[in-house]
């Protein structure tokens, strides 16, 4: 190859952990591979299972869930929901045929800066491992949008 | 008496159930016959392909297109129907979604020959011969085969469409509310719906169903449903067998609960999701092996748990898999 390969990475971030952690890697002036886009969401229950797919279908290399630790949930239980579908939702992309490591669910709090930093450069580096995902440049054609 | 419309029956990559089905409208196709000729149909009629080609285009009023898109005759046909067709309709699983055939978008061309052509039990073929598009009989004559595809389509990846009739096949239910609007159509001038309706019910099957429901589902175990005595009144999803009920729009009449067999979710996703898989993946995972004691569960036991769901693909995607988020399986290496 010889261009680098930049991947391109969705990490959802729960409003009250997950989010404030990245803020605070940010103000903290960790130093954070810029491969990745941040969406944010309420709870990461919020997360659908489909956007994960929807995500991969339009070609991320990888997709992260973050939320908050189990019991520090803002909404109580939304990330032991949130941990039961993604078990699932793992289950499903290796049957679709795609390396396990190219979806993560991880816990972030408020407090945790550095974890952040250090989770999101991690995956950032093994998605670099792993190469463009291979839905990225699936010939095929181009389907009618659902 | 207004003017008879015409219609048309094509079949894809078919079981050809779906031509049974129009058949099974019973007294009900004398009805449909009254108000419209049936002018090509291959399984129904002695006709030949030339006939479908030779008719001036746009002359047929309603084309009913079932089955999936599997080949390149099959790519011909559906845009043959689209030229010949004012209205063409999607008709079945198959053309709505990819329905069962779309299930070989978990493989491709090479792994399916290798496994027709060579590996099944009850193949002979010493030579190893595939199919080829082209080949030469003993005579020299030219002999053509339509070119197999790697992937599966549903009818609208190929052409437009305007209407979709959900199930494998659909049910007497789906066909007599197709009737009342190609008859009121027809007789009285009333407009169709507007061009993409799916033409089945906007709720969920779980609101047709008529078994027993407790309230709040809790599914502790899973069992196929050969392996529990099951009751016969109750929801099946409460009774640990997986039912699709709650990620599948209803219109069927819930015609398989009620004959104590589980949804497989033919009619596809519900009105508010496009993704029928995902949709079921929430709610089962929501549901299954909850406990009170779920905050002492670790990671590790979540996942032993999600994983006495065999195969979720197959399960989710049953019928829709061309029309997933994915749409196909790819290889990539594991480690
Ligand atoms: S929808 Fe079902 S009955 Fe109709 S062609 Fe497909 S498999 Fe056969
Ligand atoms: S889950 Fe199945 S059995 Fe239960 S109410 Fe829904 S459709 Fe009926
Ligand atoms: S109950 Fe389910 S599987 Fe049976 S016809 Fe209706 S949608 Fe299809």
Redesign the interface.
């Known amino acids: 190859m010889s261009e680098e390969f930049k991947p391109r990475i969705l990490v959802f971030c729960c409003n009250w952990c997950a989010y404030a952690g990245a803020d605070l890697a940010g103000v903290s002036r960790f130093q954070i591979s810029p491969h990745f886009r941040v969406i944010r969401t309420l709870c990461s229950a919020r997360v659908?299972?489909?956007w994960i797919?929807?995500a991969?279908?339009k070609g991320a290399d990888g997709v992260m869930v973050l939320g908050c630790h189990?019991?520090d949930c803002h909404y109580i239980?939304g990330n032991?929901?949130t941990?039961?579908?993604m078990?699932?939702?793992r289950?499903?992309l290796?049957?679709?045929?795609?390396?396990?490591d190219r979806f993560q669910l991880e816990w972030v709090s408020a407090a945790e800066g550095e974890k952040f930093a250090r989770v999101v450069n991690n995956f950032v580096e093994r998605i670099k491992e792993?190469g463009p995902?291979?839905?990225g440049k699936?010939e095929?054609?181009e389907?009618?949008a659902? | 008496m207004a003017e008879k419309i015409k219609i048309a029956l094509k079949r894809g990559a078919s079981c050809v159930g779906c031509d049974i089905a129009i058949v099974n409208f019973n007294e009900e196709l004398f009805t449909l016959l009254s108000v419209a000729d049936l002018v090509f149909s291959p399984t129904l009629l002695d006709v030949k392909y030339d006939d479908l080609k030779k008719m001036p285009d746009k002359s047929i009023t309603i084309g009913f297109y079932h089955g999936a898109v599997r080949n390149s005759d099959n790519e011909e046909f559906a845009h043959i129907m689209r030229d010949k067709c004012q209205i063409l309709i999607a008709y079945g699983a198959c053309a709505h979604m990819g329905g069962i055939p779309g299930l070989a978008n978990v493989t491709d061309k090479i792994a399916i020959f290798k496994k027709v052509y060579k590996e099944t039990f009850s193949t002979v073929n010493p030579d190893g011969t595939l199919p080829e598009e082209k080949s030469l009989d003993k005579e020299g004559h030219e002999l053509t085969l339509p070119r197999f595809y790697d992937e599966v389509y549903a009818l609208d990846d190929i052409v437009d469409v305007d209407y979709y009739v959900p199930a494998c096949p659909p049910t007497s239910d789906i066909n007599n509310k197709i009737l009342t609007v190609v008859k009121e159509f027809v007789e009285e001038g009333k407009p169709l719906p507007p061009k993409g309706s799916i033409i089945a019910s906007e709720k969920t099957l779980c609101d047709e169903c008529e078994r027993k429901r407790s309230g709040e589902i809790k599914v502790d175990r899973l069992y196929r449903i050969q392996e529990i005595a099951f009751d016969e009144e109750k929801c099946f999803l409460e009774q640990g067998i997986i039912c699709l009920g709650p990620a599948t729009r209803a219109g069927c009449g819930a015609v398989c609960t009620a004959a104590n067999m589980p949804c497989r979710g033919c009619m596809g996703p519900t009105a508010s999701v496009t993704e029928q898989g995902a949709s079921m993946l929430s709610a089962l995972a929501s549901v299954y092996g909850m406990t009170d004691r779920e905050t002492e569960l670790s990671e590790e036991d979540i996942e032993k748990l999600m994983m006495q769901i065999p195969d979720p693909l197959g399960l989710f995607y049953r019928f829709s898999l061309p029309k997933s988020q994915l749409g196909r399986v790819v290889k990539e290496r594991v480690e």
């Not at chain 1, 290796?94 to 396990?100: E, I």
């Open positions: 659908d299972p489909e797919l929807h991969f279908r189990p019991g239980g032991y929901r941990r039961r579908r078990a699932l939702v289950m499903l290796t049957q679709f045929g795609l390396n396990k792993l995902s291979p839905y699936l095929r054609r389907r009618k659902v």
